[in-house]
């Protein structure tokens, strides 16, 4: 870490995503002059909780709604329909954030949802159970160099031969998908007159992230670079092909708005209390049965996106190792520990046994992971208490958890490696511990 004031703060999920990271971005955002966006689309789901109220954001920032200049940089993929209803609804509830987009973003069109889906089914069991947003097959374009940018939509000519490349190669692998057998229901002119309409509104709020971030370092700004999804989610070192498509972990962040990672000051990784996971691939820890729904209900584990019930487990400390080695986190905040209230005992897994032998790494491979067994230790568990309690807890400080929590922190900081400097016991903004300064 430099020797100079935090200007730049990374958030990222170190597990499967659905850590809770909107709400610890929202709480450290109050200090943040920007909150940018990296990756990801509107494959995420990000809740904050103010005062009971409830917001749900899937593209824009979770700074949104503390009326910060938030970026979506150029690594995100955008659905300007989604874009644009977000914009409507912060507008109704009285939010008036400084919205920038990135040129460079790549746009996600109707024909990447419907071939999400299609690409989904001809996978078999390696079908990851994609949210069918259409983001796997928008960061395929931009990596085959096909992709549509936000500064495409800006200009019709470029824009229309662009498109027109795009469209019928993807009319191409439809009628090869579907054998035929389906009509193609889109229409390239009605494609064609939305997209330019889009570019139109977007043209105000349209910027080079990188000029625009890298300029605001310069003058002393603080930026909050906000994560999607989790780092055991990405494309390189998540668990491959059950994952998602873009560059989940610490590493995105600079090339997806475009600073030096030189410039980065801190990252944090955002646990949860326990595992969660949406969509296929193996879970070593998962539990089913009595258990497992109770921790899906007080956790409320169901898909933001998707209303998927979320898979759930024992926290993971083999994998969350992985994470935390590579990232390198000068700080994890763990989520959730309200919700496993009235669970005793609490299990850790410490390790993996793969063919009677203990490993060392945590092997990255689905195949492999499948195979394995969970090492355990086991913790005693807190009891129930209600909101009003946890919430008093929260005001009073860490020295108030129960005992039981603060050796269960304890323990994770002592397997990972890493202090756990915010540690969050209930939905809302206030139910917040805060146990180190982040913007010093
Ligand atoms: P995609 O991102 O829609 O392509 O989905 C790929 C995989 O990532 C699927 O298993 C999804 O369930 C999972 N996924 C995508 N976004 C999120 C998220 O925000 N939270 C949790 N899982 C996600």
New binding site residues.
Partial sequence: MRNKNTQTIIIT?AS???EGKGKIVDFLASEADIVARFQ??N???HTVVVKGKKYKFHLIPSGAIKNKTIVIGNGVVIDPEVLFEELEMLKTEGFTPDLKISNTAHVIFPFHKLL?GMEEITKGKYA??????G??PTYSDKASRYGIRVFDLLHKDIFLNKFSRLYDLKLKIYKAFSGNSQDWELNKQEIIDNYLKFGEIMRPYVISSAYYLNSALDNGKKILLEG???CL?GIDHGMYP?????ITWAGGAPGGCGISPTRIDKIIGVIKAYT??????PVPTELDGELAHQIREQGHEY????G?P?RVGWIDLFNLKYATMINNYDSLAITLLDALEGVNPIKLCVGYTLNGEKLDSWPIHSELIAQCTPDYISMPGWEPRSSEEWSKIAKEGFEALPTEIKNYIAKIEDILGTPIGIVSIGPDREDTILRTTFWD
């Fill in positions: 999920g499967w995503g659905d990801g689309g494959n995420a789901g999400d990851a159970g994609t949210t069918k947003r983001i796997g999607a999804q989790g989610l059950y994952g998602t498509s873009s969660s996971r949406v969509g296929g691939g898909g933001t996106t998707t998927r979320r």
